[in-house]
């Protein structure tokens, strides 16, 4: 097994990717006049699913930087989230469970949390690469705050994601390569990332095929 890390050139890519999606976020959020403070929910229970190895790689740049009783603690949280969401999806409920990574109303790897973390709240568009248009309405108190500003939700100011997924596509194929598709795809939280360990990967299955028969 092999495992993936980011050159520092691809670290800083993402890191440039991040600070673009926060920005964006602030300028619709002033435009809306639409804020966290005060809310009664808390977004990080939210049971978010993550999908790049190159995101994963990322959140475990932030994860060794911390020094090892942290580190410790953030496991032994990890595993209780998992026993938590795996108890809650056997009662065929959807899991809501508070992240790991949360200390006092913040995140412990605040400037490594991933995409999702980031652009959840307010209004936001995206464009798939088979060209369908995808509409997010924003948490529920934003919601609120659009209904009584506009007559209807597309006339809200929104962040348009697809240009900065972009960003974070060609990202995750330089990490990669070509052979992208033959990896098994990631649909992990962030506990899972951290209790599993770093992102690896394994010589794809048709390759080993070749080689053993050249052995």
């Known amino acids: 097994m092999k495992e993936l890390r980011l050159s520092r050139e691809l670290s800083r890519e993402i890191s440039e990717i991040y600070q673009a999606m926060e920005s964006d976020y602030d300028k619709v959020a002033r435009k ?50 998992v026993v938590e969401c795996e108890a809650a999806e056997a009662r065929g409920e959807r899991p809501q469970v508070m992240c790991p990574l949360l200390d006092d109303g913040r995140c412990s790897l605040y ?9 959840h709240g307010v209004p936001a568009s995206m464009r798939r690469p088979d060209g369908q248009s995808l509409s997010f309405p924003g948490c529920f108190r934003c919601q609120k705050i659009v209904k009584k500003k506009f007559v209807h939700d597309s006339q809200a100011p929104h962040v348009e994601r697809t ?39 394994s010589t794809p299955h048709c390759e080993r095929a070749g080689i053993e028969a050249d052995v």
């Open 163 to 201: 240009p900065l997924l972009q960003r974070l596509v060609a990202v995750e194929r330089e990490l990669m390569g070509e052979r992208l598709h033959l990896y098994p795809r990631v649909k992990l939280t962030i506990a899972r990332m951290l209790i599993t360990g770093p992102p690896t990967i």
């Open 111 to 119: 400037s490594h949390r991933l995409m999702v973390c980031r652009t």
């Open 32 to 81: 809306l006049s639409f804020s966290c403070d005060g809310c009664p929910d808390n977004c990080c229970d939210s049971y978010f699913l993550h999908h790049t190895y190159s995101e994963w790689a990322y959140l475990w740049e932030g994860f060794r930087a911390l020094d090892e009783a942290r580190q410790q603690e953030l496991m032994e949280r990890s595993k209780r989230y």
